[in-house]
């Protein structure tokens, strides 16, 4: 086994990012502050973080791009046990249906287990949000499929377009009222294919602007695209929305022209890899490839 600590996933339990950490049987959790350094050492190569808390008996080395961090067995392994598979259906948990505001025109609809209250809206990066209706999964499941063929809202969107609007939000009133809209739009629905065990809840938006960061932040203008043997990310949290965290950084892609700025880390991207602590006084700099948010052009390579 390896020395150093593995990067288990990010996480919105509170009102603040976490990430998770294993080395062996210990286990450990960093609850990250705004202001505050974060670095790392990249050490050997990316393996399969496993599924539902089992190791992949193959130990099989993944893509260094993956977000999920799995190879095809665990992966298939592992939403064959999710909620979005629809094998739970008499999972006798309630479920939250709600609709999420990631920018302009950019809305979603998805379904929660009640009992994580808003932890999984913080942890997709909405930056608005409001609950829709309660009641059985599948009723929950029902209304989504409802309400995204009605209303023509997708159950997802990327990151890469939550990334790219992030930095030029519109101010709270336009937020609530794109959020407004659509649950008025979403009501007129009751009796038209609304399940009859889900119940209403009242329009009550949230927002998450605050508790992100992003309304005192520079704007994020790169990413890292991926995580290399060898690579160093370190810099100064200044702000985070859902697996992101947005670093400041005195240099970033040598060779690429870019210096400083604000880089955004994806945290799915740091799972299976051994991470080590960078040395005392390395200063703050990204050594790993850089991709643009605004243009999407390949900044940079390795070190």
Avoid at 116 to 140: H, K
Wanted: hydrophobic share 40%; with cysteine.
């Amino acid at each position: 086994m390896a020395s150093g600590w593995w990067c288990a996933g990010g996480g919105w339990p509170g009102d603040g990012p976490e990430l998770g950490w294993s080395r062996g049987r210990e286990r450990r959790v960093s609850v990250l502050s705004y202001g505050g350094g974060l670095g790392f050492r990249v050490v050997g190569e990316r393996h399969c973080v496993g599924a539902r808390g089992n190791v992949c008996p193959l130990g099989a080395v993944v893509s260094v791009r993956s977000t999920g961090a799995r190879c095809a067995e665990c992966a298939r392994l592992d939403r064959a046990h999710s909620v979005a598979a629809d094998t739970m259906v008499d999972d006798p948990r309630t479920y939250r249906v709600y609709l999420a505001w990631f920018g302009p025109g950019m809305v979603k609809v998805g379904i929660t287990r009640e009992e994580r209250e808003a932890a999984r809206l913080r942890e997709q990066g909405a930056v608005a949000f409001s609950w829709l209706g309660r009641g059985p999964l599948m009723a929950a499941r029902r209304t989504e499929e409802v309400l995204r063929a009605a209303l023509g809202v997708p159950d997802r969107i990327s990151y890469a377009r939550k990334r790219g609007v992030r930095g030029q939000l519109p101010g709270k009133e336009e937020r609530f009222a794109e959020v407004a809209e659509l649950y008025g739009r979403a009501v007129e629905l009751e009796g038209r294919g609304w399940p009859e065990s889900l119940e209403r809840l009242p329009l009550e938006v949230v927002d998450h602007v605050g508790i992100f960061g992003l309304d005192r932040a520079p704007v994020a203008t790169r990413a890292v695209s991926e995580l290399v043997e060898g690579g160093v990310v370190a810099g100064r949290l200044v702000a985070a929305a859902g697996p992101d965290l947005h670093l400041a950084v005195d240099g970033a892609g040598s060779g690429s022209g870019g210096g400083g700025g604000v880089v955004v880390l994806d945290t799915r991207l740091i799972t299976g890899w051994e991470l080590a602590a960078v040395a005392p006084g390395a200063g703050s700099e990204v050594r790993v490839p850089l991709i643009d948010i605004a243009g999407g052009g390949v900044q940079g390579g390795l070190f």
